[in-house]
């Protein structure tokens, strides 16, 4: 067991502890020492409430015997109020402030985002813009390219309407060489027992002008008839108006000869020897020109030759 301060009595062999003869006495003055201090500690508190009792007191008796104590306190008061208020204008300050700071922070930002808004559709703009500039572009290397396929077409579509054009006219001159070949036989047959008997050269050239009016005859033939076949007025008019042509030639011809010669033999143009032999002109001429559109015809329903604008919706 411990005693008061004393070290611990320990058991050894053999041996015991010497006792101390000064070890409660201390203990009792280290208790009486502790006593006292708290006595003091109480003593010193009921000393400072009472001198505070009694000065807050004696305040008060200033206070109440005193004007002047009394302004200087009502003026305190007042100050502590103002500086009350003027904390909370400040704190009001401090919030205006920063609600401020956080409007202006808001209204940057609306303000940058409407900007980059602003900047967005101008980019879209610009791009739409492009795009119509583009599309305006391909339009027009689409129309370049197609009037090209077009002239490209034409030429390819001529071509061959030129050959057939051609061929048209080759049959054609062709037939009419077949129908003047008897005509012009008979004709110089007719006159040569006269003195003004048909010559060679003479009988060469008229040969030759048939095959002439008969080419063009097969060109014009297949342009104007075209698939117009089974109209028998076109088909007639077009060989009466070869025909005629070819016959007025012939008669002026022959009344020019009529008006030289009409002094020596006492004939006019108005003859029988003017107007019979043109008149056999005539019908020799609707003859050939007439052999020569069935000659064509004839092509056209073999396919050897094909009507105009036949190439073209073929191809096509």
């Known amino acids: 067991m411990k005693l008061c301060g004393s070290p611990t009595l320990q058991a050894k ?24 201090r708290a006595a003091e ?3 010193e508190l009921a000393a400072v409430e009472s001198v505070d009792n009694g000065l807050a007191q004696i305040a008060k008796q200033i ?13 305190y008061e007042e ?4 500086l009350e208020k003027a904390k909370a204008a400040s704190e009001e300050l401090d919030r ?6 956080r409007g202006a922070v808001a209204t940057d930002l609306q303000t940058e985002k409407e900007q980059r808004q602003k900047a967005n559709e101008r980019m879209a703009d610009a791009e739409v813009e492009a795009a119509e500039r583009l599309l305006r572009a391909a339009e027009l290397e689409y129309e370049a390219a197609r009037r090209a396929q077009q002239q490209w077409a034409e030429a390819a579509t001529d071509g061959p309407e030129r050959v057939e054009s051609v061929k048209a006219a080759v049959v054609a001159a ?14 110089s047959g007719g006159e040569a ?8 050269l003479s009988s060469a050239l008229s040969l030759l002008a048939a095959v002439g009016a008969c080419f063009l005859f097969g060109v014009t033939y297949r342009y104007a008839v075209r698939n117009d076949s089974s109209n028998r007025q076109l088909r007639l008019g077009v060989v009466a108006a070869f025909g005629l042509v070819r016959a ?6 022959l009344q020019a000869a009529a008006a030289a010669g009409a002094e020596g033999s006492g004939g006019g143009p108005l003859s029988l020897g003017v107007i019979g032999p043109a008149a056999i002109y005539a019908l020799e001429s609707l003859l050939l020109f007439g052999f020569a559109s069935v000659a064509v015809e004839a092509a056209f329903n073999q396919g050897f030759l094909k009507r105009f604008g036949e190439e073209a919706s073929s191809s096509s």
Request: glycine content about 8%; hydrophobic content about 45%; some cysteine.
């Open 13 to 36: 062999k053999f041996t015991a502890p010497l006792p101390n003869p000064l070890g409660a006495r201390g203990c009792l003055h280290r208790s009486n020492r502790r006593i006292v």
């Open 41 to 43: 500690k109480e003593a």
């Open 248 to 253: 007025s030639g012939a008669a002026d011809v």
């Open 174 to 187: 062709a037939a009419g060489l077949l129908a003047e070949l008897p005509l012009l036989m008979l004709t």
């Open 79 to 82: 100050a502590v109020i103002r």
């Open 63 to 75: 206070l109440s015997t005193d004007p002047e104590a009394r302004e200087s306190l009502r003026r």
């Open 96 to 101: 205006m402030f920063a609600e401020a700071t």
């Open 193 to 200: 027992d006269g003195a003004a008997a048909v010559g060679p």
